[in-house]
Nanobody, 124 residues
């Protein structure tokens, strides 16, 4: 089993920045793909970004491309999400995900491990 714990959420004004962290524990040697999904009130959970094991390949939703950056530190079993130029539309619960996939996917059904989520609220 793998446990994921997110941190770094909070309240920020539009145009501001936040950095989310997700620490993995347990059978971390089995993890390859990691990423983030988010769910806004009344909306479906959606893909935000993902990264492969080496960190060389990253994938982003069009809505966050150019504003968000995913990275990982395998020595610390941690993945990060740097969020810049935040807008109220970015308000959501952000979930960290992980799986044994060699190639990350945008499909939430493909990820076996999920964190409990961290709230990000962007005020206008």
């Amino acid at each position: 089993q793998v446990q994921l714990v997110e941190s770094g959420g909070g309240l920020v004004q539009a145009g501001g920045s936040l950095r989310l962290s997700c620490a993995a524990s347990g059978r971390t040697f089995s993890i390859y793909a990691m990423g983030w999904f988010r769910q806004a009130p009344g909306k479906e959970r959606e893909f935000v970004t993902a990264i492969n094991k080496s960190g060389e390949n990253t994938y982003y939703a069009d809505s966050v491309k150019g504003r968000f950056t995913i990275s990982r530190d395998n020595a610390k079993n941690t993945v990060y999400l740097q969020m810049n130029s935040l807008t109220p539309e970015d308000t959501a619960v952000y979930y960290c995900v992980a799986d044994r996939l060699y190639i990350p996917t945008r499909s939430r059904g493909q990820y076996e491990y999920w964190g409990q989520g961290t709230q990000v609220t962007v005020s206008s």
